[in-house]
């Protein structure tokens, strides 16, 4: 199985900023396309951001479009999550796996999912 291991994740009042990190573990992240999935109490696992491995192509679900940014650092072997206007409704664990990059690249993983990341947003 790809490893990928997720951080970043805190504790953040309403409009706060946090950047996510998943990182690589036993293979190049360059050849990988790299989602980004949450799960909020009571919900199912979405997906909500992915990056394609060749050309940088990325894509948001409208609920954090214009928020959140997805990048990758491929000397670092890490794809980040960079979440601004947090708002209560983005809380959730969020986990990161290596996907298929397509119009249904959420159901196309190739990872494991990892432990996932907290992310809590609260006044």
């Known amino acids: 199985q790809l490893q990928l291991v997720e951080s970043g994740g805190d504790l953040v009042q309403p409009g706060g900023s946090l950047r996510l990190s998943c990182a690589a573990s036993?293979?190049?992240?360059?050849?990988?396309?790299i989602g980004w999935f949450r799960q909020a109490p009571g919900k199912e696992r979405e997906g909500i951001s992915a990056?394609?491995?060749?050309?940088?192509?990325?894509y948001y679900v409208d609920s954090v479009k214009d928020r959140f940014t997805i990048s990758r650092d491929n000397a670092n072997n890490t794809v980040y999550l960079q979440m601004n206007d947090l708002k209560p409704e983005d809380t959730a664990v969020y986990y990161c796996?290596?996907?298929?990059?397509?119009?249904?690249?959420?159901?196309?993983?190739?990872?494991?999912w990892g432990q996932g990341t907290q992310v809590t947003v609260s006044s």
């Open positions: 796996a290596a996907v298929l990059f397509g119009p249904k690249w959420y159901n196309l993983r190739l990872s494991s």
């Open positions: 036993g293979f190049s992240l360059v050849y990988h396309a």
């Open positions: 990056i394609s491995h060749s050309d940088g192509s990325t």
